[in-house]
Protein backbone atom coordinates (compact mmCIF):
# COMPACT_ATOMS: atom_id res chain seq x y z
CA UNK A 1 0.00 0.00 0.00
CA UNK A 2 1.56 3.61 -0.84
CA UNK A 3 2.10 5.82 1.72
CA UNK A 4 3.33 9.22 2.14
CA UNK A 5 3.61 10.94 5.96
CA UNK A 6 4.28 14.15 6.33
CA UNK A 7 6.10 16.00 9.19
CA UNK A 8 7.63 18.82 10.46
CA UNK A 9 4.96 21.65 9.94
CA UNK A 10 4.36 23.73 13.16
CA UNK A 11 3.87 26.92 13.81
CA UNK A 12 6.94 29.68 12.91
CA UNK A 13 7.09 33.50 13.24
CA UNK A 14 7.59 35.33 9.99
CA UNK A 15 11.10 35.19 8.42
CA UNK A 16 11.37 31.78 10.76
CA UNK A 17 12.20 28.62 9.16
CA UNK A 18 11.14 25.17 8.55
CA UNK A 19 11.89 22.08 7.15
CA UNK A 20 8.83 19.61 6.28
CA UNK A 21 9.61 15.36 5.66
CA UNK A 22 7.51 13.09 4.32
CA UNK A 23 7.93 9.22 4.23
CA UNK A 24 7.36 7.29 1.26
CA UNK A 25 6.60 3.41 1.67
CA UNK A 26 4.60 1.03 -0.48
CA UNK A 27 6.58 2.24 -3.98
CA UNK A 28 9.69 2.49 -5.36
CA UNK A 29 10.54 5.87 -4.17
CA UNK A 30 13.29 6.23 -6.52
CA UNK A 31 11.47 5.80 -9.50
CA UNK A 32 9.19 8.31 -9.12
CA UNK A 33 9.08 12.14 -9.40
CA UNK A 34 7.41 13.83 -6.19
CA UNK A 35 6.11 17.39 -5.51
CA UNK A 36 4.76 19.34 -2.91
CA UNK A 37 1.22 21.26 -2.90
CA UNK A 38 -0.20 23.43 -0.49
CA UNK A 39 -4.08 24.55 0.67
CA UNK A 40 -4.09 27.54 2.67
CA UNK A 41 -7.19 27.71 5.18
CA UNK A 42 -10.27 27.86 2.92
CA UNK A 43 -8.07 28.41 -0.12
CA UNK A 44 -7.98 25.68 -3.32
CA UNK A 45 -4.59 23.85 -4.09
CA UNK A 46 -1.41 25.21 -5.37
CA UNK A 47 1.14 23.57 -6.39
CA UNK A 48 4.43 24.59 -5.30
CA UNK A 49 7.59 22.20 -6.25
CA UNK A 50 8.39 19.47 -7.75
CA UNK A 51 11.49 17.13 -7.95
CA UNK A 52 13.41 14.84 -10.57
CA UNK A 53 13.70 11.24 -9.70
CA UNK A 54 17.47 11.77 -8.66
CA UNK A 55 16.99 15.09 -7.69
CA UNK A 56 18.66 16.71 -10.21
CA UNK A 57 15.80 18.56 -11.62
CA UNK A 58 13.63 20.71 -9.59
CA UNK A 59 10.92 22.97 -10.42
CA UNK A 60 9.33 26.29 -8.59
CA UNK A 61 5.96 28.01 -8.01
CA UNK A 62 7.10 31.64 -8.37
CA UNK A 63 5.28 32.55 -5.02
CA UNK A 64 8.53 30.40 -3.37
CA UNK A 65 11.22 30.24 -5.78
CA UNK A 66 14.38 31.62 -3.75
CA UNK A 67 13.16 31.06 -0.59
CA UNK A 68 11.74 26.96 -0.74
CA UNK A 69 14.34 23.99 -1.53
CA UNK A 70 12.54 20.60 -2.24
CA UNK A 71 15.07 17.40 -2.01
CA UNK A 72 15.01 13.65 -1.35
CA UNK A 73 17.36 11.18 -0.01
CA UNK A 74 16.21 8.06 -2.14
CA UNK A 75 18.39 5.58 0.33
CA UNK A 76 15.94 7.05 2.90
CA UNK A 77 12.62 7.23 0.96
CA UNK A 78 12.18 10.72 1.96
CA UNK A 79 11.04 13.87 0.38
CA UNK A 80 12.12 17.23 2.30
CA UNK A 81 10.77 20.67 1.89
CA UNK A 82 13.34 23.22 3.25
CA UNK A 83 11.39 26.54 4.04
CA UNK A 84 13.16 29.97 4.82
CA UNK A 85 12.13 33.19 5.03
CA UNK A 86 8.36 32.79 5.77
CA UNK A 87 5.50 35.00 5.49
CA UNK A 88 1.62 34.76 7.26
CA UNK A 89 0.74 34.20 2.86
CA UNK A 90 2.83 30.72 3.36
CA UNK A 91 0.40 29.36 5.95
CA UNK A 92 -1.35 26.28 4.65
CA UNK A 93 -1.71 22.78 4.98
CA UNK A 94 1.41 21.40 2.82
CA UNK A 95 0.94 17.89 1.09
CA UNK A 96 3.20 16.11 -0.38
CA UNK A 97 2.21 13.80 -3.66
CA UNK A 98 3.47 11.04 -6.10
CA UNK A 99 3.47 11.06 -9.68
CA UNK A 100 1.33 8.70 -11.34
CA UNK A 101 3.99 7.19 -13.80
CA UNK A 102 7.64 7.90 -14.64
CA UNK A 103 8.45 11.29 -15.81
CA UNK A 104 7.47 14.76 -14.18
CA UNK A 105 4.66 15.53 -16.28
CA UNK A 106 2.01 13.32 -14.95
CA UNK A 107 -0.83 13.90 -12.48
CA UNK A 108 -0.59 13.01 -9.16
CA UNK A 109 -2.21 10.05 -7.66
CA UNK A 110 -0.97 9.64 -4.27
CA UNK A 111 -1.32 11.92 -1.13
CA UNK A 112 -0.12 12.55 2.18
CA UNK A 113 -2.27 13.53 4.88
CA UNK A 114 -0.60 16.80 5.16
CA UNK A 115 1.50 19.24 7.41
CA UNK A 116 -0.17 22.10 8.94
CA UNK A 117 2.45 25.51 8.72
CA UNK A 118 1.45 28.58 10.17
CA UNK A 119 3.10 31.50 10.09
CA UNK A 120 2.72 34.05 13.00
CA UNK A 121 3.71 36.45 15.87
CA UNK B 1 2.59 30.92 -17.27
CA UNK B 2 -0.88 28.93 -18.31
CA UNK B 3 -3.92 29.89 -16.53
CA UNK B 4 -6.49 27.54 -15.45
CA UNK B 5 -9.98 28.74 -15.13
CA UNK B 6 -13.03 26.80 -13.83
CA UNK B 7 -16.74 27.59 -14.03
CA UNK B 8 -18.84 28.15 -11.87
CA UNK B 9 -17.25 28.41 -8.48
CA UNK B 10 -19.66 26.79 -7.27
CA UNK B 11 -23.11 25.18 -7.76
CA UNK B 12 -26.30 23.04 -5.95
CA UNK B 13 -28.20 20.90 -8.05
CA UNK B 14 -30.46 17.58 -6.77
CA UNK B 15 -29.30 13.85 -6.51
CA UNK B 16 -29.62 12.61 -9.55
CA UNK B 17 -28.85 15.46 -11.58
CA UNK B 18 -26.12 15.74 -14.41
CA UNK B 19 -23.71 18.37 -13.75
CA UNK B 20 -20.78 19.76 -15.44
CA UNK B 21 -17.82 21.45 -14.54
CA UNK B 22 -15.85 23.50 -17.32
CA UNK B 23 -11.80 24.30 -17.30
CA UNK B 24 -10.29 26.39 -19.37
CA UNK B 25 -6.60 26.96 -20.39
CA UNK B 26 -5.08 30.03 -21.20
CA UNK B 27 -3.04 28.37 -23.81
CA UNK B 28 -3.41 24.83 -25.53
CA UNK B 29 -2.26 21.84 -23.31
CA UNK B 30 -2.93 18.99 -25.34
CA UNK B 31 -5.11 16.38 -23.15
CA UNK B 32 -2.57 17.19 -20.08
CA UNK B 33 -5.46 17.83 -17.93
CA UNK B 34 -6.16 15.77 -14.51
CA UNK B 35 -9.61 16.36 -12.70
CA UNK B 36 -9.33 15.76 -8.52
CA UNK B 37 -12.17 15.48 -5.84
CA UNK B 38 -11.16 17.07 -2.61
CA UNK B 39 -14.45 15.94 -0.03
CA UNK B 40 -14.64 17.98 2.92
CA UNK B 41 -11.57 17.89 5.83
CA UNK B 42 -9.98 15.09 3.13
CA UNK B 43 -7.02 14.26 0.95
CA UNK B 44 -7.52 15.02 -2.82
CA UNK B 45 -8.32 12.35 -5.00
CA UNK B 46 -7.30 11.76 -8.63
CA UNK B 47 -10.81 11.08 -10.72
CA UNK B 48 -9.53 11.80 -14.06
CA UNK B 49 -6.25 11.99 -15.82
CA UNK B 50 -5.65 12.49 -20.04
CA UNK B 51 -8.50 14.32 -20.00
CA UNK B 52 -10.81 11.50 -20.40
CA UNK B 53 -9.38 8.22 -18.68
CA UNK B 54 -10.74 7.36 -15.07
CA UNK B 55 -8.66 6.78 -12.56
CA UNK B 56 -8.82 3.37 -11.30
CA UNK B 57 -11.97 2.61 -8.99
CA UNK B 58 -13.66 6.07 -9.96
CA UNK B 59 -17.37 5.25 -10.49
CA UNK B 60 -18.55 5.01 -13.96
CA UNK B 61 -20.60 8.34 -13.42
CA UNK B 62 -17.99 10.57 -13.78
CA UNK B 63 -16.23 11.54 -17.15
CA UNK B 64 -14.07 13.68 -18.26
CA UNK B 65 -13.82 15.56 -22.10
CA UNK B 66 -11.73 18.18 -24.08
CA UNK B 67 -8.70 19.06 -25.58
CA UNK B 68 -6.27 21.85 -25.70
CA UNK B 69 -8.16 24.78 -23.73
CA UNK B 70 -11.56 23.46 -22.79
CA UNK B 71 -12.53 20.70 -20.93
CA UNK B 72 -15.29 19.52 -18.98
CA UNK B 73 -16.06 17.10 -16.06
CA UNK B 74 -19.83 15.63 -15.97
CA UNK B 75 -21.39 13.70 -13.23
CA UNK B 76 -24.14 12.01 -15.35
CA UNK B 77 -26.16 11.42 -12.42
CA UNK B 78 -25.32 13.50 -8.56
CA UNK B 79 -24.78 11.22 -5.59
CA UNK B 80 -24.83 12.92 -2.01
CA UNK B 81 -21.50 11.29 -1.35
CA UNK B 82 -20.14 13.34 -4.66
CA UNK B 83 -20.41 16.47 -2.60
CA UNK B 84 -17.03 18.36 -2.91
CA UNK B 85 -14.51 20.52 -4.48
CA UNK B 86 -13.53 19.64 -7.92
CA UNK B 87 -10.19 20.96 -9.34
CA UNK B 88 -8.69 20.59 -12.79
CA UNK B 89 -5.06 20.53 -13.31
CA UNK B 90 -2.57 20.86 -15.80
CA UNK B 91 0.37 19.08 -16.24
CA UNK B 92 2.00 19.62 -19.66
CA UNK B 93 4.73 21.48 -17.83
CA UNK B 94 5.41 23.43 -15.08
CA UNK B 95 4.11 25.05 -13.58
CA UNK B 96 1.64 22.14 -12.45
CA UNK B 97 -1.43 24.58 -12.35
CA UNK B 98 -4.88 23.90 -10.51
CA UNK B 99 -8.18 25.27 -11.21
CA UNK B 100 -9.39 27.53 -8.71
CA UNK B 101 -11.78 24.96 -7.89
CA UNK B 102 -15.65 24.16 -8.04
CA UNK B 103 -17.45 23.68 -5.02
CA UNK B 104 -20.48 21.04 -5.94
CA UNK B 105 -23.33 20.59 -2.75
CA UNK B 106 -26.94 18.73 -2.78
CA UNK B 107 -29.19 21.03 -3.17
Known amino acids: EVQLLESGGGLVQPGGSLRLSCAASGFTFSSYAVSWVRQAPGKGLEWVATISTSGTSTYYADSVKGRFTISRDNSKNTLYLQMNSLRAVDTAVYYC??????????????WGQGAPVTVSS | DIQMTQSPSSLSASVGDRITITCRASQGISNFLAWYQQKPRKVPKLLIYAASTLQSGVPSRFSGSGSETDFTLTISSLQPEDVATYYC?????????FGQGTKVEIK
Open chain 2, 89 to 97: QKYNSAPWT
Open chain 1, 97 to 110: AKVFRSGYYCPFDY
